[in-house]
């Protein structure tokens, strides 16, 4: 069974900076590309951010988050970061980590559709 669990969230100011952690457990495939989505209440699941695990580790963000975030891995410990820096109020919302199956690559930032494992979510509020 495939385990994601996302932890790292909180409440803090504009300007400040948290790290999104998600261990991963049962899953195997290191070439695989995982992600970051984010989601307001009432909102459709946005993709943030997305990394191929294998090869050079291609990295690949949404506008709103480019050059503020920046999205890694530590395949030794299976387990994806977020770095989340500049935090804006807009920035609030439950983050959930997520993989394809099947070594799945991305090529951008895939829609939530397409990833197979998802995480419970940690909850970021960013305060003005």
């Known amino acids: 069974q495939v385990q994601l669990v996302e932890s790292g969230g909180g409440s803090v100011q504009a300007g400040a900076s948290l790290r999104l952690s998600c261990a991963a457990s049962?899953?195997?495939?290191?070439?695989?590309?995982m992600g970051w989505f984010r989601q307001v209440s009432g909102k459709e699941r946005e993709g943030v951010a997305a990394?191929?695990?294998?090869?050079?580790?291609?990295?690949y963000y949404a506008d709103s988050v480019k050059g503020r975030f920046t999205i890694s891995t530590d395949n030794s410990k299976n387990t994806l970061y977020l770095q989340m820096n500049s935090l804006k109020p807009d920035d609030t919302a439950m983050y959930y980590c997520?993989?394809?199956?099947?070594?799945?690559?991305?090529?951008?930032?895939?829609?939530?559709?397409?990833?197979?494992?998802w995480g419970q979510g940690t909850q970021v509020t960013v305060s003005s």
């Open positions: 997520a993989a394809l199956g099947a070594s799945g690559i991305c090529g951008g930032v895939p829609p939530a559709r397409t990833f197979a494992y």
């Open positions: 049962g899953y195997t495939d290191r070439n695989a590309c």
């Open positions: 990394i191929n695990r294998g090869g050079r580790g291609t990295r």
